[in-house]
Structure formats: structure tokens, C-alpha cells
């Protein structure tokens, strides 16, 4: 067997915060093989990040030793980082420089000889699909082509081993695919080694081994479907008749035995803690029309049955009093040929959708489709060039900040004060909905507990992990009591238990008649939308329910697609259109 590319032998981290040690490593070892892609999966606070900049030498353990490429990081840091490329979560790129200019400067940063330079450039470019970009200002990139060059400049210098901090996050399928077939047509042309963290345990199932962390401490490593066989009699597919799928999901969630139940559309997956078949009776006392499935299990079911504590989400419910909530299903959403221009560049153009209340409203589209655009506009945060676009009943060209104060809006990076507290950014917003006194202290307090953000009060905003800074944007949101909520985004980058949390409350509001607009790029989140529609390129390509757009995609081929494969296949055929009209 090849020597190893990267060895931990008893590794442990701990890092200061507020006085008290937090242990980000405790007594890791694992080893992973050349010419391999691995994956690194865990929650949020795992210890994934810490272990990359410890194998990028950025970082030096208390106790242990770590070997790169037969290179001991603590002893040769420098010939380290010379060897591998090391593609942070927050890559930095250069915005106000052109594509060429961000790749000059990182070739100039490593090293890369001026007469290798042309070829390396060409050959990238050629393969990010950027060639015809090189000019353009890197902050004027969509999100996907932004991870693009970031990835193209972690491979200038072609390194032995490749390491990548959650490379995906916040770019859509059809970019995810791209960024994927880059990186295993490097494994197989030079032989490169990749070591990859991601939020999407889809991908966690294209790698050739996955090692799975949690609070720090290794749980375990081997192939992907070694892991999914442990949870082998475990998952069935579930549907009812007459039963909504959110109401479907929330009754699963809390029925004997069930350790998981995801939303798919439709149907709801069911993880089950014991390899017993259940039964319609013991599921859903009394309810018609129980159809339940055996299926094959997959990674993400191990996942959740290794690391979910034995909860169920589907109890979580939202106190919140809404005004003027009748009961009723008016629209309380409307776009008609919507329009926004920047100069002669039409980002949005002619959309049109409505809302009724009580409803989960998908948008979704690939990076650059004019989603945040639109949502911008919803909320009055941007004028609309043409059109005609009412929020609650307010005409936003002329009542938008009477709109906004009944809307709320969780913004894609997560609208927090770094710098203050949970308590701090509580009171902060709630004061700026206009809320004080006892009406102020009673919120406080149903945020506090509502998002188990009580031990965490006195912490900073900025200290805190990805999904508890997702559960204070999100609670900072609800402080006035929205009839209507923007979420741009509102779990990019986000762990999967931390998604189910998110979804077990939006679910909740969305019972109690709060009406919601979410962007994804969460393919299978789409699944918990009661309509959606598909942007591209500023227009809408689709509307209707997730099982439409599913039946669009179906063929002989893939008799039962997911939305993903409806969202690619939809924006394949909007580029080859796109082609044929060039040609």
C-alpha cells in the first residue's frame, strides 16, 4: 500500500473562549490514502475547520502529530503548505480584481514560474468554464463562479493534496455538479488526494470514504455505504391520503419509535430506531389511507441515527399571536411582471407569482437567477424598475414602509452584530420593531427559550456556531410577530440537525398561518414548499407544487426524480435553447 497522504496520530486542539477551554480536537488518529477523495462530515462545532487549518499548518496541535505527505506539520509548516492547495470556507478573492489579476496574484503568492503560468491559466480556465470571464471584476461574479476561481486558484500550483473547507455552500446543484467534476477529473488525471468538508450529505455519498467527527471526537471512517448498512431495516417511505404533507411530517415526528422524519414532498422518510416494520395504526392512530414503503437506506439516514438525540422536532411549536389572521387563504403576495434593471442589465424580468397566506413559497434558481433580487423588492429594500409587486395588502411603490413592518426578513449572511451579545442583538432588534417594556422583556424571554439560546445570552454573536448564528437570526426575525417572513437562504451552510430544527419551526408558523418566501439552494428543501417557482437569468422557467416539477423530470431513465434532477434538468434545457438561439 502507498504511503499514507495525510496521518493524525492522537491529535487534540483546545482553544481559550471567555475564559473557559473548548476542546476542538480530543485524541484524533485516522489515516487517508493517495489518489482518494474523503470527506469530512459532522454538526456544526465538530471540529471540522480546525482540523483542516491543522493540516494546512495554519494551526499547531497541543498534543499529537500530524504528517502530510510524509512532512511533519509542527516541525516543516512552510514545506507543508507548499505542497498541498487549501480552499477556506471564506476564500479570499480579490473583488475589486479582474479574474486574471486574482489568479496573478495568487501565482505570484505561490510561487508558480512566470514561463509555467500561460498553460496553467488556459488549462483552469478551460476547466472552470471561466475563459470568457478573465476580465471581469471577481466581485461581479455570481456565487458559483466565485467558487469556481476560488478552486482555480488552490490549483495553480497542481498540489499533491487538495483540501477544502465546504466548497459548495451557497451555490446551486447545476454549479455543485461543475465544482464536483473538477475535482475528480483532477483525481484521476494526476492522482491528487482531496480532503473535503461538506453540508450536503448527498455529496458525503460521491466520496470514496467518509470520516465523521462530532464535539471534536472521531465516530468513525470508511466507505459511505458501510455507514448507510448500519441503518439497514430502519427507513420506510410513508404517505396518506387527505393529509397535507406538512401535517403528515409533524404527526411522524412524534410517533412511537420514530427517531427521523423527513419531509420528501409528498411522502415522509422514516428513520426508525429499530429495524422493526411499523404499522399505519402505531404511526397514525386511526388515520385512512396509510401506504408505508421499505427503502434503501442512505447515508444521510446513518447520520442522523448516529447523531440525533431522541427528540422529535415535530413537537416544536411557535407562540405567536398574528394580526389580522382571519383564517382566511387571501394572497397576500402579489408580483405581476415584475422588472428591475441595473443600467442596460436586466437582472429581473417580468415575473409573476402570488401568495396566500399560511403558505411556503419557494424560489429558487442558479446563483445570478435574480432570486435576492426579487426578494430585495419584496421587502422594499430595493425599488422595482417596472411592474407592480403588494405585500399585506400595500402597494410597495407607495406603502413600502408600512409593508415592512409587518413582514420580517432573515438576510442570506445572517444580519447579526458580531460584536454583541445574543441578549444585545435580541434587545436590539425587538427595540428597532418598536417594542418596550413588559412586551419587550416577554419576547426576550420566548426567544431565550424558544431557541435554546438561554446558556448562550451572554456570549458574542460572532463567537457562536454556524446553526446557533442561524437560530438568533432566525429568532431576531420573529421578535415583532410577522404575518409574513423573507428567509433568503436561511440554512446555507448549515449541519443537517440544525436544518430539521429550522424546517420543524418554519413548518409550525406556517400551521399557525404566518406566510413564507424562501430561497434554497437545498434541493430537497424544496420539498417542504407548498408551490415554488424555478428562475433563470431574471425569468421564471416553472411554477407549481415540487410534485409537478418532479413529473416534468420523470423519463424511462429516472422513472422517480428528485428536485434536483428537475432543477438541472430545467436549466439544461434553458441553456440549450439559450445556445441554439446564439448559434
Known sequence: MNAAALTFSVVSKTFRSEGRQVQALAQVSFAIQPGRVTGLIGPDGAGKTTLMRLVAGLLLPDTGAISVLGLDTRARPLAVQSCIGYMPQRFGLYEDLSVQENLDLYADLQGVALTQRPARYAQLMRMTGLDPFTRRLAGRLSGGMKQKLGLACALLRAPQLLVLDEPTVG????????????????????????????????????CDEVILLHQGKLLGQGEPAQFSRSVAGRTFQVSAKGMSHRRLQAQLSRAPGV???????????????????????????GQAGVDIVPVAPRFEDAFVARLKKHRSEGETRLSIALKNNTGDRDVVIRVDKLQRRFGDFIAVNNVSFSVRRGEIFGLLGANGAGKSTTFRMLCGLLPASGGELAVAGHDLRRAAATARGRIGYMAQKFSLYTNLSVIQNLRFFSSAYGLRGKQQKARLDWALT????????????????????????????????????FLDEPTSGVDPLARREFWARTNALAEAGVTVLVT????????????????????????GTPLQMKTR???????????????????????????????
Open 171 to 206: 451555490v446551486d446543484p447545476v454549479s455543485r455538479r461543475e465544482l464536483w467534476q473538477i475535482v475528480y477529473r483532477q483525481v484521476q488525471e494526476t492522482g491528487m488526494s482531496v480532503l473535503l468538508s461538506t453540508a450536503y450529505l448527498d455529496e458525503a455519498e460521491r
Open 553 to 583: 423530470a420523470r423519463s424511462a431513465k429516472n422513472p422517480d426524480p428528485t428536485m434536483e434532477d428537475a432543477f438541472i434538468q430545467l436549466i439544461e434545457q434553458r441553456q440549450g435553447k439559450t445556445a441554439d438561439v446564439a448559434a
Open 520 to 543: 434554497t439552494h437545498f434541493m430537497e428543501e424544496a420539498n417542504y414548499c407548498d408551490r415554488l417557482v424555478i428562475m433563470a437569468e431574471g425569468e421564471v422557467l416553472a411554477e
Open 259 to 285: 427517531l427521523d422524519a423527513l419531509s420528501e414532498g409528498e411522502t415522509v422518510r422514516l428513520v426508525m430506531t429499530a429495524p422493526v416494520a411499523p404499522t399505519a395504526e402505531a404511526l397514525l392512530p
Open 450 to 485: 424558544t431557541f435554546e439560546l438561554g446558556p448562550l445570552r451572554n456570549a458574542n454573536a460572532g463567537d457562536l456556531a454556524l446553526g446557533y448564528k442561524q437560530r438568533l437570526s432566525f429568532a431576531a426575525t420573529l421578535m415583532h410577530e410577522p404575518e409574513i417572513l
